[in-house]
């Protein structure tokens, strides 16, 4: 996409071009300084002059590489083609696979991942590559029925235009590097203007310059505004400390009706780039994504939380979102996050993937899949928050790719999500012989978060865990990545259990039945997704049990319960060296000595179920403490229910 070279790339090379143009004798000079337009310029020259199929083979492949640093994917692919004339290089075949997925030649791709398997002898070395090429395939093939529309947006320009965002009063502010004038300076670097913000009315006719404190002779771009209107926060490309130039977020607080002077948020350092800032529905969390050497994977996403008037430090999103690959412009829309990102399992390039958080935490990011994607880039997904539902309509929006078919290298799209009635497939199970499913199994491992000796309910990767997925009698064991991430490819009949353990931590498992794996007719091989979230072994602390309710003034196991204890009996079973206590808590209503009896009874009802399914006795205890021990210390008579929720709980602890 045009903007990342001139956003992060063009910014860091122009800056070494002033310093170390005298320096730079070849194409490879040009491109270990980043200055990539430079390059190519001395690669094809060097092609041209070499004198035998290697050399013209290795300047053909960096030939690739720069125009992929540039994001012009099609001069890539060309150049790649050019590398594996007359040489035998599975390297650099592998860089041709990839390019031609990012160019939508998908059967050509799938030719050279065989071509490549067979060459090194691992018919499983590019299996999911070939699984997504089919998927993405077939979703180009499904597009018409997807009930998001695209069409060209008329305030595009032959540069590029990217990241809109639909202002209160119906305006639609963007990012371009088009000139806003004849006159107007251009950007060494590009050859088009400087990187602006631009405002397009709300009939979308006229383009004019965004007024105000934003637009200097820097680059500027993926402006957002806060929900109350109050604040801005846009990218600017500059250096302030005498390094390289690096793009950082900047806030613009109105007062009155006049925007303050922009400033660079606290939280931001002067070293890392930032991209692609979005606020909560709230205004209280801002999502960037942030480019941190320290992980070495690119791109990730991060948010910063408003305490008073204080942006907190980036946290890092977890290893469910953000992958080994570039994950970059999030946006909001009530409760779902949107997110590109160019990780192989989408179409090609930066494709746009959407999750949410719910009670495990965020769920495992769903591809939109064509239209919306493509094999190009796509990113910037963002809906009109006034629009209403009419006439089968159900929302509107923009997004930014540089897809073929566009007027410039990238072009803003406008969308509409239409809704559609989908006929469930019917299946012939008669005739099929063979139950089970081909499941491409993703596991995250976390570990509830320690602090100051205590349990907190937020979680955190766990590194290298030891994943156990027992299917069809078999048992595999699997060792996690650095952010607990497991994947595995198996047939799935009935059950599918998983156990996770890790050292520090209680084992813990899940079984999975087949008939919760949502079958999707367009892949060939179905994506299940699962997080597992393991107690730290941490003795004599209260672990709440969830959802173990009780009738008033009963103490007997509910049907609705079954399921968290049930939880609780793996756990015990999976760690057969460790002792409990059932300790269980009322609220504030009743009398203290009819609190304490019923409590004690409803403990006891829990270790009756935990005995009755082959628990030792030996290993528990328990105890009820009433209305002693609240969580929430509200008056009594003051208590909201949910306050009163929090105190009436079940909860176990770790005992020596």
Sequence with gaps: MGKQITFIVACIAFLYSCNQTARIKTGEDAFDVGQYAVAVQYLEKEYNDATTEGIRSDKAFLMGQAYEKMNDPDKALQWYRMSVKGVNSPNKLIYLAYALKNTGRYQEALNVFDALAKQLNDPNRFQSEVVSLLNANQWEIDAPTNPFKLQLSPFNSEYSDYSPVIRSDGKIIFSSDRKDSEDAANYKWTGNGYSNLFVADSNLSAVTLLPGVVNTEDNEGSLVYSPDGRKMVFCKCFDRIGTDLMCKLMQSVKIGETWADPEVMTFVSDTLNYLGPAFSDDGKVLFFAMEDPQYNTGFDLYYSQLKGEVWQAPVRLPAIINSEYNEKYATIDKDTLYFSSDRPAGMGGLDIYKTYVNRDGWTPPNNMKAPINSPYDDFGMVFDPGFISKDQVLAKGFLSSNRKGGVGQDDIYHFTKIQTITPKPEFDTTAIADKSILVKLIVYVRGFNVKDGKMSNSSVELA??????????????????????????????????????????????????????????????????????LYPVLYDQEIVIKDIYYDLDKYEIRKD?????????????????????????????????????????????????????????????????????????????????EEHQLNRRTTFQLVR
């Excluded at 009802?605 to 030996?618: A, Q």
């Design 561 to 641: 319960a079954v399921g968290s204890l049930d939880e609780l009996l793996s756990i015990l079973k999976l760690n057969p060296s460790f002792k409990i206590k059932i300790n269980s808590h009322t609220d504030c209503r009743g009398s203290n000595a009819y609190n304490l009896t019923l409590s004690g009874k409803r403990a006891q009802s829990v270790v009756n179920y935990l005995t009755s399914n082959g628990i030792s006795r030996n290993r528990l205890s328990f105890q009820g403490y009433g209305e002693t021990r609240p969580i929430a210390t509200c008056l009594c008579e003051k208590c909201s229910e």
């Design 464 to 533: 290298s865990p030891t994943v156990t997925v027992s299917s069809m009698g078999k048992d595999s064991v699997l060792v996690g990545d650095k952010y607990g991430k497991v994947t595995t490819l198996l047939k799935v009949r009935d059950n599918l259990t998983i156990t996770a353990s890790k050292d520090g931590y209680l084992t813990s498992s899940k079984t999975i039945n087949q008939d919760v794996i949502r079958i999707d007719s367009s892949l060939r091989i179905q994506e299940f997704s699962m997080i597992l979230n």
